[in-house]
Nanobody, 128 residues
Framework: EVQLVESGGGLVQTGGSLRLSCAAS????????IGWFRQAPGKEREGISC????????YYADSVKGRFTISSDTAKNTVYLQMNSLKPEDTAVYYC?????????????????????WGKGILVTVSS
């Protein structure tokens, strides 16, 4: 059974930083993509970043580009999201999700709409 577990969330002041982790386990395919999503109260879920284990390519939504950095430790099957210069509007529940290798022919921006497995989410609160 594929499992994704997020960690690293919490409360931070405006301008601060947090690093989220997503640990993936229980899968047998060689390659995958992991994406980060967020959902703020009363808003739709937004795909904000994605990384491919095959080639390390990354994707960022405009809302986080230049402030967030996605990275991976393939040996640990763990993906990180370094979030800097946080703003109150970054407050949301953050989810990681995994797409298996059958989706890797797609652009990462499209893979975000084709995730197969999801974590339970973790809350990030940015105080003003």
């Amino acid at each position: 059974e594929v499992q994704l577990v997020e960690s690293g969330g919490g409360l931070v002041q405006t301008g601060g930083s947090l690093r989220l982790s997503c640990a993936a386990s229980g899968f047998t395919f060689d390659d995958y993509a992991i994406g980060w999503f967020r959902q703020a109260p009363g808003k739709e879920r937004e795909g904000i970043s994605c990384i491919s284990s095959r080639d390390g390519n990354t994707y960022y939504a405009d809302s986080v580009k230049g402030r967030f950095t996605i990275s991976s430790d393939t040996a640990k099957n763990t993906v990180y999201l370094q979030m800097n210069s946080l703003k109150p509007e970054d407050t949301a529940v953050y989810y990681c999700a995994l797409a298996d290798e059958t989706s890797l022919y797609l652009p990462l921006s499209v893979i975000l709409s084709n995730m197969d497995y999801w974590g339970k989410g973790i809350l990030v609160t940015v105080s003003s």
